[in-house]
Nanobody
């Protein structure tokens, strides 16, 4: 099972950009579909983005489509989330996750990082 560690969170203003990074270790990274999820206080965890094993396909919910971009570098065991035009509603703890199943099979992401906090101020 792959281990994951996120970085890159912080406090930004509305309209700013931020890039999150996630490094994987302990597994064959290119076997995994990678995803980003977020959870705000008092809310359920929400799917943010996913990318197929060799980056042929990406997936986003409507809430972030056109603003967020997921990418990966299999040579570095890294996955990234570029977030542009950030809004206060994007404030949450962001988690990197891995699955051997489908990108939208949300219940089967079984490796998770500790999360990185993103706070967007007005």
């Amino acid at each position: 099972q792959v281990q994951l560690a996120e970085s890159g969170g912080g406090l930004v203003q509305a309209g700013d950009s931020l890039r999150l990074s996630c490094v994987a270790s302990g597994g064959t990274f290119s076997n995994y579909v990678m995803g980003w999820f977020r959870q705000a206080p008092g809310k359920e965890r929400e799917f943010v983005a996913a990318i197929s094993s060799f980056a042929h396909s990406t997936y986003y919910p409507d809430s972030v489509k056109g603003r967020f971009t997921i990418s990966r570098d299999n040579t570095k065991n890294m996955v990234y989330l570029q977030m542009n035009s950030l809004q206060q509603e994007d404030t949450a703890n962001y988690f990197c996750a891995a699955t051997l199943f489908g990108a939208r099979d949300y219940g089967r992401y079984n490796s998770w990082g500790q999360g990185t906090q993103v706070t967007v101020s007005s």
